[in-house]
């Protein structure tokens, strides 16, 4: 299958201060990409909807001025997580689609938030 | 309408039996269901899929069977390896590319 990167896999930071990851597809020109937030033991929260060159598409409940995504092309989308506080520590996961081809979402290994 | 769920929530399985996880769903729109394996620290990766013309698909020990009257779909994992010890998802796709997921179920192979 596709591979889909993310970078930091891991990152500690200070309360107040802002992150941000970046997903990137390395060898398929994704559409969309798709931001998921995790906590332990439970399942995959959609947070937003990235199609590249566009306004991303937010859950309800998410806040869009928080969580700020960017796909400023067909393999790179980031978000970041702006004035971050401990209640935002989480497994946040891209994903990337490619619809024309109808094929699967293809998912990144997860970045590891952790907000003291 | 928009939730998938799953059960168990929580599933033991000596080495060498069977695992079965269950989901159903409500909204006929779905159109896609994928099974997602994911292991601590680590994102999910497919591990099989079924569209609703199909009522069972096989992959090695990986077996999908669906209920499209019913709405429901299930994971049968056969002669289960300790290995196979992680949380499964199912999911639901669909036409703009959202994936519904259901509240996942960590499965334990002892040896």
């Known amino acids: 299958g596709a591979v889909v990167s993310q970078h930091p896999s891991r990152v500690i930071c200070k309360s107040g201060t802002s992150v941000k990851i970046e997903c990137r597809s390395l060898?398929?020109?994704?559409?969309?990409m798709f931001w998921y937030r995790q906590f332990p033991k439970q399942s995959l929260m959609l947070m937003a909807t990235?199609?590249?060159?566009?306004?991303?598409?937010?859950e309800q409940g998410v806040e869009k001025d928080k969580f700020l995504i960017n796909h400023a092309s067909l393999t790179l989308s980031t978000l970041t997580v702006t004035s971050a506080h401990p209640e935002d520590s989480s497994f946040y996961i891209c994903?990337?689609?490619?619809?024309?081809?109808?094929?699967?979402?293809?998912f990144g290994p997860g970045t590891r938030l952790t907000v003291l | 309408q928009q939730q998938v769920k799953q059960s168990p929530q929580s599933l033991i399985v000596q080495k060498g039996g069977i695992s079965i996880i269950n989901c159903a769903y409500e909204?006929?729109?779905?159109?896609?269901f994928p099974w997602y394996q994911q292991f601590p620290g680590k994102g999910p990766a497919l591990l099989i899929a079924?569209?609703?013309?199909?009522s069972e698909k096989k992959e090695g020990r990986f077996t999908i069977s669906f209920n499209k009257s019913a709405k429901q779909f299930s994971l049968h994992i056969m002669d289960s390896q300790p290995g196979d010890s992680a949380t499964y998802f199912c999911?639901?796709?669909?036409?703009?590319?959202?994936?519904?997921f259901g509240q996942g179920t960590t499965l334990q192979v002892k040896p």
């Open positions: 994903s990337a689609w490619e619809a024309k081809a109808d094929t699967e979402q293809f």
């Open positions: 060898d398929f020109q994704a559409t969309t």
């Open positions: 990235s199609n590249e060159g566009s306004k991303a598409t937010y």
């Open positions: 909204n006929t729109a779905f159109d896609y």
């Open positions: 079924i569209r609703p013309d199909v």
């Open positions: 999911a639901a796709f669909d036409y703009t590319g959202k994936l519904i």
